[in-house]
């Protein structure tokens, strides 16, 4: 008898040790979350930032986009995710950007002009962003919503 309650004596601290865990990386993350959010809104910006507290280098990538040009949430949330990983890698590895510009201009019959503009940026970076999480999105003060992600920085 002495033995089983010992052992379920020992099974219950183990695992409020794990809750007790959990619960605090939850809480570090809520408030790293909120730190960041904070930053944002003391200076809003858009594109990459190393940032640091105490124990830990990171770094964000904000993007803001309208709500109103995409058809639903799943693809507001891709694209966000996208851009974040295309940001996040010109920022580590570079990128190679050409632009071109066509201006075509024809005239009508009744002496007006028409004028075309097509614009072709190729973009080519090398690199992959590992580990690019979505921390937070909210709605900024202009209507637009703002996505953070945050990778952790392993610095050498």
């Known amino acids: 008898m002495k033995k089983i309650l010992y052992v379920v004596i020992i099974s219950l601290a183990f695992m409020s040790s794990l809750s007790m865990k959990a619960q605090s990386y939850n809480q570090e993350k809520t408030a790293l979350t909120n730190f960041l959010v904070r930053l944002y809104e003391n200076a809003p ?3 990459v930032k190393a940032v640091e507290d105490y124990d830990n280098s ?3 990538s904000v993007v803001k986009l309208d709500k109103k040009k995409y058809n639903s949430d799943s693809v507001l949330n891709r ?3 996208v851009k974040a990983m295309s940001q996040a890698s010109r920022y580590l590895n570079g990128a190679n950007i050409s632009s071109e510009m066509i201006i075509h201009t024809s005239e009508k019959s009744n002496g007006c002009f028409d004028t075309e503009i097509i614009e072709n ?3 080519n970076s090398s690199g992959y962003v590992n580990m690019l999480e979505q921390l937070t999105n909210f ?4 209507g637009e919503w703002v ?4 990778s952790p920085l392993s610095i050498k």
């Open 45 to 47: 910006f858009d594109g």
């Open 58 to 60: 990171y770094l964000m």
């Open 79 to 81: 694209v966000a995710s």
């Open 121 to 123: 940026i190729r973009e």
């Open 139 to 142: 709605q900024a003060d202009d």
């Open 147 to 150: 996505f953070i992600f945050l």
